[in-house]
Nanobody, 128 residues
Framework: QVQLVESGGGLVQAGGSLRLSCAAS????????MGWFRRAPGRERDFVAA????????DYTDSVKGRFSISRDNAKNTVYLQMNSLKPEDTAVYYC?????????????????????WGQGTQVTVSS
């Protein structure tokens, strides 16, 4: 099992940037695909971005393409989400998640129930 701890959330003005980090425990981090999801008030937990175990493939939801960037450092057991040009609609609790049975061929899952491990979340608030 792996434990995930997010950090880096906060309050930022529209157009600003934040970098979220997710630190993982355990020795198997490098074998997991990782994802970032977010839950805005009144919404389900929505997919934001994902990255393969090697970092060689990434995917994003359309609304963040060109603004957000996911990356990972397997030596540090950490996955990051760089968020630029933030908008008020990006306001949400952001969660990192681990896919312990990643599909082959670099395929990335985008639904929350397919991820086995979750962090506690970090609040991101973007003011207009």
């Amino acid at each position: 099992q792996v434990q995930l701890v997010e950090s880096g959330g906060g309050l930022v003005q529209a157009g600003g940037s934040l970098r979220l980090s997710c630190a993982a425990s355990g020795r198997t981090f490098s074998t997991y695909n990782m994802g970032w999801f977010r839950r805005a008030p009144g919404r389900e937990r929505d997919f934001v971005a994902a990255i393969t175990s090697s970092g060689g493939n990434t995917d994003y939801t359309d609304s963040v393409k060109g603004r957000f960037s996911i990356s990972r450092d397997n030596a540090k057991n950490t996955v990051y989400l760089q968020m630029n040009s933030l908008k008020p609609e990006d306001t949400a609790v952001y969660y990192c998640a681990a896919d312990r049975n990643p599909p082959r061929y670099g395929i990335l899952r985008k639904t929350a129930y397919e991820y086995a491990y979750w962090g506690q979340g970090t609040q991101v608030t973007v003011s207009s």
